[in-house]
């Protein structure tokens, strides 16, 4: 019994200990082991989505997150059997981060390195610098930094960037993320679409087991969907490169080209551009949203319009325009060639063919000086005034006054009749004319086709239709036979093409200083055109408007110019013809063939039935480096047996892809200049080879 007694009683106090120490701990010890459970193990850990991509309409990436990396070295991981292969490469190691990021030489990364070796630094900081993918890729290939992040030390920090790969092609449309991509978009498609691109956060619980920091997944995050765009990405560069090249040549200060598909609304183009420095140009904003300007005589299409939509002018009436200079209730009304004695008598037709301000604001006055409010409906009729509610924010919305609202002077009517007196952002204007191509049916402008994942559309956003009819028949058949007589006959000829037909209507305005009026200081201009092609069977409307400051202001020449670029740009993109009707059946043609890889050379000339002469033998799957020379019936192979292990090959005359092949494949690192045939390269042919060496061609 004694016995049984005392182990009945220490089991008792071990019981009583195990309850009091259980006690100390959740009570006494609390925080304590609280702050340790921590260090080992992180709740709710967020795990933030890749952003969706922003995709063109031929499936081009246009906005994508990249990632980028900074890069680390912890000195004390591997302990001293790291430490001394660290000390055995580090010459090694420091040349190649020199041929990686050129910007330091060996001997700055080397004392660099030795420096964090030297503080024992756990998270050595390698590259000021975030760098790329590539980049990365290759410094992890450098001895001791290719080994495990326990073992050899080296490890990284991901980011996620936003890139562009086009550059600045859309900017202002596609819009921009904040650098801290947890503060969302800040612009355009990003801003409009941000909570389909942004995607939902992930949630992870981190564990460290074995000194390892294990992540196990409780709510995967959701990557963001695509935003598939109606932007065509080569018609979007025809764009902004005609559009450039003429605000260079002119030294405007701002331009915008809108290119909508006529049936569907969808913008294959938008550029906006502002000057930056000589003959520099950037997208800073998105003018051709946001604009508030007087549109000049490109309005003058719908004020002809309400009046023959009234029944009060036929193309048969006309107007005595006299020497260029009318008095409008005591205010000039002039003509652009009153100093050179005006058009006199012109017909309706012939008003827009020259853009006559007297011709238009004499019928619009004649008609409707009594009850201007009945002009201003009949621009409302026609949806001039309704806000397009868009899908990417910042577009303004039209102001078209009215009598009733008050502020209405004896001039409004006739100045507004010509594009002043109102104020209508760019893609309003394109929209109207746009509506006048579709057969009178407008439709309201679209950025964006709809939302994908995987390839795959999940949502699609339909054609969204403002006015089915803007006009009858009769009008929208007479305004479109004046139109093209605009641009065959009048004004507009620079816009025309000798392809196919075009339609539109040229615009030069004065812009308005505010306060100052339109004439203190330097006069500044507002030339644009407005139109369609072909415009017998209309698939594409274009709008282009520039400002200038001073000189000579002409929206046929200088818009339409742009216009005309575009359209015939535009159109032989389009165009698709039969290769066998540009073929004389009875010419053997004969291609020009690169210098390069001669097997592959033949197999492509025998499947396109071309003879070929060959001076070599095949060896195999062996490599056979060589050049061609056409002659009338055939194509010469020859082998060139002048390449020798450890020297420079010649690749002039080969293309690109064999130029870069032969040459990675002996060690080399290329850099490509230009586009075609190589034409020269940096380092002769018979010089000694060194890995890693960079060689540069320049094509043509």
């Not at 952003?51 to 000195?75: K, V, W």
């Not at 498609?189 to 939902?200: M, N, P, R, T, W």
């Not at 575009?566 to 004969?590: M, P, W």
């Amino acid at each position: 019994m004694t016995r049984y007694f005392f182990v009945i009683l220490i089991m008792g106090l071990v019981g009583v200990a195990i309850i009091v120490k259980a006690a100390i701990i959740m009570f006494a010890e609390r925080q304590y082991w609280q702050d340790v459970a921590e260090r080992f193990v992180k709740e709710n850990v967020i795990v933030k989505p890749n952003r969706g991509n922003i995709i063109s309409s031929d499936g081009s990436l246009m906005a994508s997150s990249l990632p980028e990396y900074r890069i680390y070295m912890d000195f004390k991981a591997g302990g001293e059997e790291k430490d001394a292969l660290l000390m055995k490469h580090l010459d090694e190691i420091c040349e190649g981060l020199n041929k990686i990021f050129p910007g330091k030489s060996a001997r700055e990364f080397k004392n660099h390195l030795l420096t964090g070796r030297k503080k024992g630094s756990r998270n050595y900081l390698i590259y000021p610098e975030r760098i790329s993918y590539i980049q990365y890729k290759e410094a992890k290939n450098l001895p001791v930094f290719s080994m495990n992040k326990y073992r050899g030390g080296f490890h990284e920090q991901v980011y996620n960037q936003r890139k562009k790969p086009f550059g600045s092609l859309a900017n202002r449309t596609l819009g921009d993320v904040y650098a801290d991509t947890a503060k969302g978009a800040r612009s355009g498609i990003e801003l409009a679409f941000d909570s389909i691109l942004k995607g939902k956060d992930g949630i992870t619980r981190r564990q460290k087991v074995k000194n390892k920091w294990l992540n196990i997944v409780e709510i995967p995050p959701t990557d963001g969907y695509d935003v598939v765009t109606t932007i065509d990405v080569g018609m979007q560069d025809i764009c902004e490169k005609a559009l450039v090249d003429m605000l260079r040549e002119i030294n405007a200060t701002e331009g915008v080209v809108v290119l909508m598909e006529t049936e569907t609304g969808d913008v294959k183009g938008i550029v906006n551009m502002t000057r930056v420095g000589v003959g520099q140009y950037r997208e800073i904003r998105n003018g051709a949203l946001s604009n508030m300007m007087e549109p000049g005589s490109t309005f003058k299409t719908a004020s002809m319009m309400v009046a023959l939509e009234d029944g009060y002018i036929t193309t048969e009436d006309g107007v005595d325009t006299g020497n260029g200079i009318k008095m409008m209730h005591n205010r000039p009304m002039r003509d652009h060639n009153w100093r050179r004695g005006g058009y006199q008598y012109l017909t309706v037709p012939q008003i827009l063919m020259v853009s006559s301000n007297i011709g238009i604001s004499t019928l619009i006055e004649k008609h409707y000086g009594k009850d201007p409010g009945k002009f201003v409906e009949g621009l409302y009729r026609m949806s001039m005034n309704v806000p397009l509610e868009l899908q990417i924010p910042g577009a303004g919305k039209p102001n078209i006054r009215h009598p009733k609202d008050g502020r209405w002077s004896r001039t409004a009517l006739p100045w507004m009749s010509i594009g002043y007196e109102t104020q209508i952002p760019p893609i309003y204007t394109a929209t109207f004319y746009n509506a006048i191509a579709n057969n009178g049916k407008m439709v309201k402008p679209r950025f964006v086709k709809g939302i994908s994942r995987n390839g795959t559309m999940v949502e699609e956003y339909p054609v969204e239709v403002i006015n089915p009819s803007i006009c009858s028949e009769k009008t929208l058949t007479t305004i479109k036979e004046i139109l093209e007589k605009v641009v065959s006959d009048g004004l507009a000829k620079p816009a025309g093409s000798k392809q196919f037909k075009v339609a539109g209507k040229t615009g030069t305005a004065q812009v308005s200083q505010g306060a100052a009026g339109y004439t203190s200081g330097v006069t500044n201009y507002l030339v644009s055109f407005c139109g369609y092609f072909p415009a017998d069977k209309p698939k594409y409307t274009c709008l282009v408007a520039i400002q200038k400051a001073g000189g000579l202001a002409s929206g046929g020449l200088m818009a339409g110019g742009v216009f005309g670029k575009i359209a015939e740009r535009v159109y032989a993109k389009d165009l698709v013809l039969n290769i066998k009707n540009a073929i004389d059946s009875a010419t053997v043609v004969i291609p020009d063939v690169k210098a390069g890889e001669m097997l592959a050379a033949r197999k492509v000339l025998d499947g396109l039935d071309v003879n070929t002469d060959v001076s070599f033998r095949a060896r195999g799957s062996k490599q056979i480096w060589g050049s061609a020379e056409p002659n009338e019936k055939e194509v010469v192979l020859n082998e060139n047996k002048t390449l020798s292990e450890g020297v420079v090959p010649s690749v002039v005359g080969m293309g690109a892809r064999d130029a870069v092949y032969l040459l990675e494949s002996k060690g080399m690192k290329v850099h490509i200049a230009g586009v075609g045939k190589v034409r020269r390269q940096s380092i002769a042919h018979g010089a000694k080879i060194q890995k890693g060496q960079t060689i540069t061609l320049q094509l043509n």
